[in-house]
């Protein structure tokens, strides 16, 4: 039963990292109000629900939203990440988004509904039901609801496994990984049961804190590519090694002959990573990796090849390639998460559609800015047609192949934008953007990387020309 009728102009659903980098547009470029809702207790969405020794996968110094920085700026002195640019953990995280949202709500402008669930039909009734008390409210809003759910990135935590369970044996999300200390009896060994960042975060804990690399067992389905965390670095200390990797990048594509040519330059020049030189990786989703981390990974040799399990009995896994014997007594780590990857078989939709904004991605690997930048371009401009155009849909990747697609879509989006006066300059003045404002700080005289910057121009549009051949060659080969 509906109990009341609230009026806003924009209804956001979702308080996660994406529905906040929209917000905090929104609020500082208009003066429009808005109501946010959300089924989780705090603002931060799916970092509520992750294990406490996640990090980001990237720098902090362009996540979040662009009127706050996150984190100081500063270098990890020790540990995996030695020497670039510090990554938050999730506590830091929700306490970020719940400061920015206590700003928010003081203003007046916003109105917060926690532990919430949206229940309209995303058309014409729009309403959301409390948790806690069942109550529903109405919204109203004059513009424009905001779809941040599309994503519904998730973790372990937030649902059971996907392969069956034999009574006794001990299967826990990687959440409980610090609570071992509460437990009687210490396991015998531990399954790491996941390929992805996810299982990469187990691993490494494990390793980190003792375990011997004997008595791990990494379940791995496919073996992944990995993104060289030190080439995507903040700040002109790290200039040559970030654009001279965009500049590379462009280069191998402009020149190659075929994706398999390019996937081998590019871990020829250190851009690509993977963990063993003799499989050849069939999974991408973007994750960033060390040179350190990666060493330490390389450790575990107890790496099964053999599929996803279908279930985990006392005495063997099973798997869709076979089984491998086992025991009860180890604790099976489950790392398979219902994350973005999904959603990378799913056709692309306009972003803007009617009174809804279902933001994706713009950018290549950067949602709070993509969303952000979303969020400028529904406050500046009108037509839907014209939106959609600017922001063009990145499509999200699941195999080595889908790297040269998100290549295609950004830099077409790169030479739309090039076209509107006024973004460059926006995009480079947006902390959440990384590059464009280093770009811009580069001194005429610096040769070096003023050649940097001009290699990249140079090859940009040759490469965006050969992405379709490549890309119809390896549709052919797959086909033949």
Known sequence: MTTQTLTTDYLIIGSGATGMAFADVIFHE??????????????????NDAYSFVRLHQPSAYYGVNSMP????KRDQTGLNVGMYERATNSELVSYYGQLMQKFVNSGRVQYFPMSDYVGDWLGEHRFRSVMSGEETGVAFTKKIVDTT?????VPSTHPPKYAIADGVRCVPLNELPRLWQWTTA????????AGKTGVDACLWLLENGTNPDHITWIMPRDAWFLNRAKV???????EASFGSFADQMEIIAGASSSEEVFAKLEAAGIWLRLDKSVEPSMFHGALMSKPELELLSKIKNVVRMGRIVRIEDNQIV??????PSEASRLYVDCSSNSLQQLSGL???????????????VRTFQPTFSTAFIAHIESNFDAIEEKNKICGVVPLPDKPIDWLKMHSANLRNQHVWS???GLPAWNAASRLEGFSALAMSVDPQDTVRVNLMRRYGMNAGPAAANIGNLLAKSKSQISA
Not at 30 to 47: F, L, S
């Open 30 to 47: 208009t003066n429009a109000r808005m109501v946010i809702v959300d089924r989780h207790h705090c603002p931060g969405g799916h970092w």
């Open 70 to 73: 996150l984190g100081s700026d």
């Open 150 to 154: 599309f994503f519904n990135t998730s």
């Open 187 to 194: 396991p015998a060994g531990f399954v790491v049961i996941g």
């Open 233 to 239: 670095q903040p700040s002109l200390d790290f200039f």
């Open 319 to 324: 798997l869709e390639k076979g089984s491998i």
């Open 347 to 361: 056709a692309s939709f306009p972003i803007f559609q009617g009174s809804k904004i279902t933001p994706q991605f």
């Open 419 to 421: 076209k509107y006066e």
